[in-house]
């Protein structure tokens, strides 16, 4: 499967950088590569990309896609006078993944690359208590080897992302930032998939997102602009099917399809849409799984509940490892998932 994929749309998606708040290397990489798909793109104040393909009547149903850019990350909040960096975290990490970690220091003059760990003492001189402790997001500190130079080089604001490749293992792909550049890939594809001619019944917009890791805030701007009668949420989702998790918190196994998203902590998808692909993923033969998640959200819920409100579903791939660096999915599920969003907008 993974050979019928764009694996090197992909891998630049996720290497490119870009936090909450500073999505725009990842927004013109997106400008660049939807070039020729949409009778109309723009950049909305907050800095969400919104792409429309236009109807063939002016009463046709508005189509949106939700697919977010950032990436979860920090902000350098201290710079101490020797020039060790701190952080705030724009986005959800556990502490317990981000000892010993590459990271990259993303400024406007240039890019530098540091080493992330928390302060205290290393393990040859720390005692067994020491070791026992997990230190809090506020605990961990950045060494670029600057050095004092880093006052001259590095402000407060600038945005620090991991710093790790995009690989495939097996029949995976593995990387940081797969939440959610797989939206953004799928978003791209899903477009590619349509002739100049299909889908003109409905007016179908893909909006790239911007800070959705910290509050739906793009999508929410974005939706109130637009006023979609049906949003599509697309996302990453658990998949939890690995040692240690009970079966009835798996959320998705990997290799069973996409995710037909029924609810999450956010918003309840619209009952009838989720049949309505349910049984187009039957009839087109395409693997899926539905999804619920007890807790998190995604963009659907912001278009649900934008101006007068619309129908909503979510679209996602299971993926391991989540807001980790080691994110992986399997290829054949994020096929899935490419292959369900063109057969359903070629139903308009």
């Known amino acids: 499967m993974a050979a019928t994929l764009n694996i090197d749309l992909l891998k630049r998606l996720c290497e490119t950088p870009g936090v909450p708040g500073h999505e725009e290397r990842v927004r013109s990489l997106i400008e660049e590569e939807v070039e020729g798909l949409f009778d109309h793109v723009e950049v909305d104040p907050m800095g969400s990309l919104l792409c429309r393909r236009d109807a063939d009547s002016k009463n046709a149903p508005k189509v949106m896609l939700l697919c977010h850019m950032d990436e979860i990350g920090f902000l350098v909040s201290h710079i101490t006078k020797e020039g060790f ?86 029949d995976k792909i593995v990387s940081k930032a797969l939440d959610n550049r797989i939206a953004c890939w799928l978003g791209i594809e899903a477009i590619r998939g349509l002739t100049k001619k299909q889908g003109r019944k409905a007016e ?62 956010s918003f309840i998808a619209d009952k009838v849409l989720v049949q309505t692909i349910e049984d187009l993923a039957v009839k087109k033969k395409i693997p899926y799984q539905r999804t619920m998640l007890a807790a998190g959200g995604q963009d659907g819920a912001a278009a649900q509940q934008a101006a007068a409100g619309a129908k909503a579903v979510g679209i996602t791939v299971g993926t391991r490892y989540i807001h980790t660096v080691t994110e992986m999915v399997a290829a054949e599920d994020l096929g899935a998932a490419r292959d369900i969003l063109v057969a359903y907008l070629k139903t308009f």
């Open 204 to 265: 179908i917009h893909v909006a790239f997102t911007c800070q959705e890791e910290v509050g739906l805030r793009g999508a929410r701007t974005a939706s109130y602009a637009i006023r979609p009668d049906i949003g599509l949420g697309i996302d990453v989702t658990l998949a939890c099917d690995t040692p240690g998790v009970p079966d009835k918190d798996k959320t998705t196994e990997q290799g069973k399809g996409f995710g037909l998203h029924v609810r999450d902590s």
């Open 85 to 170: 960096l701190y952080v705030q975290p724009v986005g959800g990490f556990d502490p317990r993944n981000l000892f010993s970690r590459r990271v990259l220091v993303c400024t406007n003059d240039g890019d530098y690359r540091g080493v992330m760990n928390p302060g205290g003492k290393p393990i040859h001189i720390s005692s067994p208590e020491d070791r026992k402790k997990v230190p809090e997001v506020s605990d961990f500190f950045i060494d670029t080897g600057l050095g004092e130079a880093a006052h001259d080089k590095i402000r407060i604001g600038d945005f620090v992302v991991m710093d790790e490749p995009l690989m495939e293992i097996g």
